[in-house]
């Protein structure tokens, strides 16, 4: 078992997600206390599971929001 935790973090705003949820627009982002998942590989597909979600109107993990 890995030693190693994860954390999700926007490559383009350096934000961390603070609240993740299987539903793309409950995930929260902020500067601090981001989700600690418990593998690398864990926040790997939470982030690939994100990406997924995201739709032409979404975030993607790794951009910058598109605007409202």
């Not at 998942?37 to 690939?48: N, R, V």
């Amino acid at each position: 078992m890995s030693n190693t935790t994860g954390i999700i973090i926007d490559t383009q705003t350096g934000l961390k997600c603070t609240q993740y949820s299987t539903s793309l627009p409950s995930c929260y982002w902020g500067s601090s206390n981001p989700v600690e998942f418990e593998t690398l590989e864990q926040a790997e597909a939470a982030a690939a599971d994100m990406n997924g979600q995201a739709g032409t109107e979404d975030r993607f993990i790794g951009s910058n929001p598109r605007p409202r």
